[in-house]
């Protein structure tokens, strides 16, 4: 029985596995939405610059407009004297040019006249006569001047295809009257929870039942990553009812995952009814990841399906590399965004074996070089490890473990 | 004049400006949301266990459950042979209890037996007739087992008040059987945009006009902080146009913001059509933060109004300290989540003034002790320079700037 269970995983590094699942998944179609719906949706097309901005030359103070020659040599105690010709308001360009031996009144954002170069500060002058003002303060040209073109010129790129739209690249999209933007679809993720020992969490657990955890932790993780969910169905270890619920999900989504029970009966029926699934390819069957190592990454004509570990802790973890990096790729992003890796000493010792790559949960304090990492040592089953956590801690696949005073590099569970 | 513009602004720090606004606002009522829609939402209650976890011992692995001292001295050499009593399968509890010289197969997941108090991995064992199997490894007391309340225990902390509900929160939430929670009602958020030069975004600007931006950098913010917003209108500078707007933004929101004029013509509007609001009080008339300085902050009877600066960049800044500080007061949460402050080294030398807090968009690259930023130098209307920042450095309000090498706090726009 033991060479059974040594055969059994025949364990893929991460990196292969993630090269696969690349090469599996591309990116699903594109759909129109509005400027108030794009917040932290993936742009499905590069785009550029319509028009240049700002359209005109604007002050960035409120002041005087002037030609900036006017205004060399001028000091506290030699201002520079310079007549009125007019005020500038807010929403329309200035009626005429200035002269030289002229300034204008300008607020901040007002339209720079023709014949103008730079804006004194209000701060700067007095105006004991409506007609003049006194300029203490030579001004430089372009000086509290934004020029025309200067925040983003026509033709230049302002999106990435892929990119992720943050509240500043909305701002950049309105600045330039673009308010429909091309986004790839959402992946719809379906999840189906197996294991004869699993109810659903609103029921009271029979003696030797538990409650389905994974369901609500990987859709946060999809939501999180620009998926929808669907949950399909809490299936018993019954062949016939697995299919019933695969199949609506192999048809309803762009990616199926199979979690909740944690025997090998469950994954062993798991893969029997996907096996009967025509175009079905077994991909990965174990990867060397721990938590997580009896994973199941398979094909049924072009879709992919998980099959996850039991273990809440497991599931977890594998969520983050590999169903992320699916949705990353139906998506069209190389990297996801909401994935943020850092590096912090580690706060005590950490065993490891070659040949496998370890993810130990810990509590991340401080910042910048003094971040450290407090590894969380529970069993995989430990639903509130999860919650004690902010980080997980990666071994590499070659590493013999940590020390206490190693820098390690730690995946953010915000 | 100059006098005037002096006096104008009687600057606040920004920790002041944060004590006023926590002082001012008090969470909003709860309302209760089921599991599914609870991600990202902050418990308005502390919860304790309805009852512990695992409900019953589970085993981790496959294998066998044992009386660990059965095991004992055991070997390859020497392995203990044991009567197979059973088969515990998934979902239920063992019909019968283990006896000494017993072993009963077990799947992960399953539930210990009465009587044991360990589990053999099946790679451990060899079963060459159904009714024994043999033990090459001693097994410890509670090996490979999860203890019923080892995960958690009736009556302990599950969530705080105020906690953010996280995947994990989820499903420990699941595990419990808690299906609904009381979660702070989201803050409605009235943006109101202002001034002769704007006009919405899908419009063509006429000379001198340029498209609001500040409406979606807010929306973006707001809805990434746990609020929802409400666009209100985009008025000219006219008094009664102000007025309609800022009656309906105070009757149907939680918090009140006015954007968008980046001249003191439209400020002194604002001010004018608040102060005609019963119970007005004006609490701050500028802000020691730059940039961002000429931000007003307002009480109409008990609700908020913010008055933010014009320019793109300056409300960005302060709609990142000040905005996103009264929704976690309205949310009941000390600090937003959405706010990542790290640490990076500078990489370049930064000027400041005493007296102000300098916050300067920067790029960052690389993880942990070798964090760079790298300050992107530009003007306050560049809503470009927004998009190419990943960060804000921050320089505090009694340095002079910092020098390349130095090590900065950074404000992480991700």
């Given amino acids: 029985m033991s060479e059974k269970f040594t055969d059994f995983f025949q364990v893929k590094p991460r990196e292969a596995v993630e090269k696969l699942i690349e090469a599996l998944l591309s990116p699903l179609e594109a759909e129109t939405v509005t400027l108030t719906q794009a917040l932290d949706r993936f742009s499905a097309e590069s785009i550029s610059a319509p028009s240049s901005l700002p359209p005109f030359s604007r002050s960035t103070v409120d002041g005087y407009a002037v ?87 026509e033709g230049n790129p302002v999106l990435e295809k892929g990119q992720k739209i943050r509240p500043q690249e909305l701002g950049l ?53 620009g998926g929808e969910t669907r949950f399909i169905a809490l299936v018993p270890d019954e062949e016939a009812a697995l299919k019933i619920a695969c199949e609506e999900g192999l048809v309803s989504c762009d990616l199926l995952l199979l979690s909740g029970g944690s025997s090998v009966g469950t994954r062993d029926l798991t893969l029997k009814v996907l096996e009967s699934f025509p175009g079905f390819e077994l991909l990965v069957h174990g990867v060397a990841v721990s938590p997580g190592k009896p994973t199941l990454l398979m094909k049924v004509g072009k879709k992919v399906v998980f099959g996850l570990p039991g273990h809440p802790v497991s599931t977890w973890v594998i969520a983050h590399l590999f169903v992320t990096k699916a949705l990353m790729s139906l998506l ?64 590499p696949l070659n590493s013999e473990g940590v020390y206490k005073g190693d820098e390690v590099d730690i995946l953010m569970l915000l």
Same sequence: chains 1, 2.
Avoid: C
Wanted: glycine residues 10%.
């Fill in 332 to 395: 069209g992003v190389s990297e996801s965004p909401a994935l943020v890796w850092e590096r912090a000493i580690v706060q005590g010792n950490i065993p490891s074996a070659q040949g496998r790559e370890d993810f130990i949960r810990a509590k991340i304090a401080g910042k910048g070089k003094d971040k450290i990492a407090t590894p969380i040592f529970s069993k995989s089953g430990i639903i509130s490890s999860l919650v004690a956590a902010n980080a997980l801690i990666q071994i």
């Fill in 173 to 225: 999209l309105a600045a330039l009257g673009i308010t429909r933007v091309s986004v790839t679809r959402k992946p719809v993720v379906g999840v189906i929870s197996t294991g004869n020992e699993i109810v659903p969490p609103e029921t009271t657990p029979l003696p030797g039942q538990i409650r389905d955890v994974n369901r609500f932790l990987l859709q946060g993780l999809i939501e999180r990553n």
């Fill in 67 to 153: 030609k900036s020659q006017d205004t060399f040599g001028a000091s506290e105690g030699f201002p520079a004297m310079l007549k009125v010709s007019g005020t500038i308001t807010m929403g329309s360009l200035p009626e005429r040019s200035l002269k030289q031996g002229e300034a204008m009144a300008i607020p901040t954002g007002g339209a720079l006249p023709e014949g103008a170069d730079a804006v004194v500060m209000v701060e700067h002058t007095e105006s004991p006569d409506p007609d003049f003002v006194e300029i203490y303060r030579p001004a430089s040209p372009l000086e509290n001047v934004v020029q025309a073109g200067e925040d983003i010129r």
